[in-house]
């Protein structure tokens, strides 16, 4: 099946740096969602997002739905050591039967 | 919150053995999902399930089946393990497109 594209695969930042990643594709989603799994355990809910423009926050994270509806990106500011983990972008479409698309994972790595 | 409970953490069965992961889910959601995740191919939709008794294909249903006899509950069965099922495989509930919640996974192994 599809993939969204997630960008970047890997990051190592230090300790209090801020972090990016974004989720793009060529189709329209109606739903983005950010999601991190850390090693051996289930994917756990970040952040939902569901209309164009939505920026909304969870702490120190923050994901906005892309205007287009063709994108959508996470950032995690001050950074610390429990955020290592991979974190997940997540799409729905219309017509797909509340089936979600996956992107690919962002591996972060944070040194002290 | 929506809790998603898989039965096991950790399975370790026989090539050709009949294996049943189980997952129940608390919250009354319409939609139960099974996944599996592999290393470079990302999670993968094995089945759902709209309702009870109904049932969609995934992505990659050979050599899987399942069964949803009562809403809260979702079973996945592999008929006849192989070793090329080994697997972290996750299950997920959601409301519509909503609250969509996975379990902690179950990591098999076939030896």
């Known amino acids: 099946g599809q993939q969204l594209n997630q960008s970047p695969q890997s990051m190592f930042i230090q300790e209090g740096e801020d972090v990016s990643m974004n989720c793009t594709s060529s189709s329209i989603f109606n739903t983005w969602l950010w999601y991190k799994q850390e090693p051996g355990e289930g994917p756990v809910l970040l952040i939902a997002?569901?209309?164009?423009?939505e920026l909304t926050s969870n702490g120190r994270l923050t994901a906005q739905f892309g205007i287009t509806r063709k994108d959508s990106f996470l950032n995690i500011s001050a950074s610390i050591p429990s955020d290592v983990g991979i974190y997940f972008c997540?799409?729905?479409?219309?017509?797909?039967?509340?089936?979600?698309?996956f992107g690919t994972g962002t591996r972060l790595q944070v040194t002290l | 919150d929506v809790k998603v409970t898989q039965s096991s953490r950790y399975l370790v069965k026989r090539t050709g053995e009949k294996v049943f992961l189980e997952c129940v889910q608390d919250?009354?959601?319409?939609?139960m999902f099974w996944y599996r995740q592999d290393p470079g191919l990302g999670l993968r939709l094995i089945y759902f399930s709209y309702d009870v008794k109904m049932k969609e294909k995934g992505d990659i249903p050979e050599g899987y089946s399942v069964s949803r006899e009562k809403k809260e509950r979702f079973s996945l069965i592999l008929e006849s393990a192989s070793t090329n099922q080994t697997s972290m495989y996750l299950c997920?509930?959601?409301?519509?497109?909503?609250?969509?919640?996975f379990g902690s996974g179950t990591r098999l192994t076939v030896v």
């Open positions: 919250m009354d959601h319409e939609n």
């Open positions: 997540a799409g729905h479409k219309a017509g797909t039967a509340s089936k979600l698309t």
């Open positions: 997920a509930s959601s409301l519509g497109q909503r609250y969509y919640t």
């Open positions: 997002l569901y209309k164009a423009g």
